[in-house]
């Protein structure tokens, strides 16, 4: 493993919320110099799941994202407390937002969202062998649930039509494990 070539002088509360914490750090960068660097500290562990059936029909999630000004279709996805095991939380959001349940479970990632601003850990998992209830969404969520064949969601990828890095990255480890 490398060694740290940062030394951390000080760190200061610039904000927070219920789900964010924003810290300034003053620093000594790897060149010694002195400098400032901003970090965003995520409360909860990003979650994402690839539900897919025995004919390769997946589920994507639509919803408004307030940050980016635009509608966006994502892998079905929510946030998991840290201390808490992110397969059970996965599958919590799952049916929350799909109302599916999965009796196969397969991590299939780990991924840093944005490791150059930002602490947050996503997990990726491929549900399979499902079955369906009704959906429970969070009173912030206005969402449209669409079934569609996997390599459609494949091709929704490849043409930008999906742009979320998490969904991206997903999408892409799951054609490879399924032998797209």
Do not use: C
């Amino acid at each position: 493993m490398e060694s740290n070539p940062w030394k951390t002088l000080k760190k200061e509360l610039v904000y927070e919320n219920p789900w964010i914490r924003v810290e300034n750090h003053q620093v000594l960068n790897p060149a010694g110099k002195e400098g400032l660097y901003g970090k965003v500290h995520f409360k909860n562990k990003a979650l994402a799941i690839i539900p897919i059936d025995e004919n390769h029909t997946t589920w994507l999630v639509g919803q408004y994202r307030y940050t980016l000004d635009e509608y966006a279709w994502e892998i079905p996805m929510g946030g998991g407390l840290i201390d808490q095991d992110p397969l059970e939380s996965a599958k919590r959001e799952l049916k929350e937002e799909t109302g599916i349940f999965a009796a196969k479970w397969t991590e299939i990632m780990k991924i840093h969202t944005s490791n150059s601003v930002t602490d947050e850990v996503g997990y990726i998992y491929l549900a399979e062998d499902l079955s369906f209830g009704a959906t429970e969404f969070d009173e912030t969520e206005v969402l449209k649930i669409i079934q569609l064949p996997f390599r459609e969601a494949l091709e929704w990828v490849m043409s930008g039509k999906i742009t979320d890095a998490i969904s991206v990255a997903g999408l892409l480890k799951a054609a490879r494990i399924l032998g797209y």
